[in-house]
């Protein structure tokens, strides 16, 4: 197989077979990784400009009934400190987000049931009441059909729920068997149906990941068809069964970001926190190989530490929205412009 001819191929046709993207995600160079790149800015632009979109983050618990081996809210972790925002510092943050120029909001959380479905959904309607220009996206992991419908019928306009990983031999090596592989399928669909623009993703070099796996999670995408895709890299956190795995590396989750990109051209594409955990400028390097959103975190300074999912999380300012007008200089400097919109998906 020849590296180049495939990346056209992709650029043109949006999908390669299996053997052919695990082939890409095993062997493709320095030299061909850059035209890769290339290919993923040149689609961002045919249907972004150059255009960065910024969702407000409100991380408002990192109470979490799972146990999920690689993460540092699980259940199972002694040594997290736990909050929980109340509703009006919930809607406090939402505030300040406005005044700073976000136009979505996402309400992300481990799943906690102190929140009952009826708290969600009036913060829900109450947000978007305050602020009818802006999307709310909820992040509150698997729920009963009917409970992602009534958020629906809140005003809730998008739902992230990672899937982690579309192999199920894989998924059961990061997951407790309380959790299973097709319900978290299963709620990737319903929310599609429902009408959600949903957004699902994956860890790059999560422990026992395979370059198939990477290759699975593709496919699983092109079928799915999300309206985003959340990709960082594993970064291990120490008092997690996964402490002593190696993280995922910036190259590795860079040429997942383009395939992606190509894979799915109208796809909204974070480059994610833990992309710049990882690398000072691994937001900017994101961009550059096809993202087109930022998240910046509106959480209260002092709550940012303790929602640790994994180790060194970037929290100190940088990454924050109160620090927008730096991140808009970074972005600046690469030449794309961080624009205060809703940012929906191009393509639908
Ligand atoms: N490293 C990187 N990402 C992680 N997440 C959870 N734990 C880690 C970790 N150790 C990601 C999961 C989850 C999202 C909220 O954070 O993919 O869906």
Not at 16 to 39: A, D, P
Not at 51 to 67: A, H, M, P, Q, W
Not at 86 to 97: K, R, T
């Amino acid at each position: 197989m020849d590296t180049i001819n495939l990346i056209e191929k992709l650029e043109q046709t949006h999908i390669l077979e299996k053997e052919e993207y695990s082939y890409l995600i095993t062997s493709c160079k320095k030299e061909e990784t850059e035209i890769l790149f290339q290919k993923a800015r040149d689609m961002q632009k045919k249907y972004y400009k150059n255009e960065v979109y910024s969702r407000g983050l409100i991380e408002f618990t990192d109470y979490c009934k799972n146990n999920c081996f690689y993460c540092g809210i699980r259940s199972g972790n002694t040594k997290a400190e736990r909050y929980r925002l109340s509703c009006e510092e919930i809607l406090s943050c939402a505030e300040e987000g406005y005044r700073l120029g976000f136009r979505t909001f996402v309400l992300q959380g481990g799943e906690d049931s102190f929140y009952s479905t009826e708290d969600i959904g009036s913060l829900v309607s109450e947000i978007k009441k305050r602020y009818p220009d802006c999307a709310v996206t909820l992040s509150v992991g698997e729920q009963e059909r009917e409970v992602y419908e009534y958020w629906y019928g809140c005003g809730a306009d998008r739902y992230l729920l990672r899937h982690e990983t579309a192999t199920k031999e894989h998924y059961e090596k990061l997951h407790p068997p309380a959790l299973s592989f097709e319900h978290r399928i299963q709620c990737l669909y319903w929310l599609k149906e429902i009408g959600y623009q949903v957004g699902a993703g994956f860890m790059v070099g999560s422990p026992y990941q395979t370059a198939e796996c990477l290759a699975d999670d593709l496919l699983f995408l092109k079928k799915l068809m999300p309206h985003m895709v959340g990709i960082g890299p594993f970064i291990a956190q120490k008092d997690s069964p996964f402490a002593s795995f190696p993280n995922g590396t910036l190259e590795e989750t860079l040429l997942m970001l383009a395939l992606v990109r190509l894979t799915l051209p109208h796809v909204l594409l974070p480059a994610t926190t833990a992309l710049g955990t990882i690398h000072p400028d691994g937001r900017e390097l994101g961009i550059l190989a096809g993202a087109n959103v930022v998240m910046p975190n509106l959480s209260p300074a002092e709550v940012r530490k303790k929602y640790q999912l994994y180790d060194n999380k970037i929290c100190t300012g940088e990454e924050s929205a109160q620090c927008l007008d730096s991140l808009s200089k970074r972005v600046s400097s690469i030449g794309y412009q961080l624009v205060s919109k809703r940012g929906d998906c191009a393509g639908f």
